[in-house]
């Protein structure tokens, strides 16, 4: 079992970028897919973007373009760059893991207009 653990969020403008980062233990080496999801107050948790151990890359249709998931199977990290941040990207951001699958505890994004 993995255990992931965010970090990075915060509050910004809009227009603004931030940077998620997931670091996992003990390692991503195996796991096929790793992802970030999100949850605004009220909504369902929804897909921000996975990419697999290849590098191959699925985006959440409100976020392609702007945001973009990396992943480093050395470090064990998966990162999310946010650009062009606006005030209906504030959510609790998840890192998750296909094995499993596992969740991190979540990071607070909070964009205002």
């Known amino acids: 079992q993995v255990q992931l653990r965010e970090s990075g969020g915060g509050s910004v403008q809009s227009g603004g970028s931030l940077r998620l980062s997931c670091a996992a233990s003990p390692t991503i080496f195996t796991i096929y897919m790793m992802g970030w999801y999100r949850q605004a107050p009220g909504k369902e948790r929804e897909l921000v973007a996975t990419i697999t151990k290849d590098g191959y890359t699925n985006y959440g249709d409100s976020v392609q373009g702007r945001f973009t998931i990396s992943r480093d199977n050395a470090k064990n990290a998966v990162d999310l760059l946010m650009k062009d941040l606006k005030p209906e990207d504030t959510a609790v951001y998840y890192c998750?893991?296909?094995?499993?699958?596992?969740w991190g505890q979540g990071t607070q994004v909070t964009v205002s207009s």
């Open positions: 998750w893991s296909g094995l499993g699958p596992n």
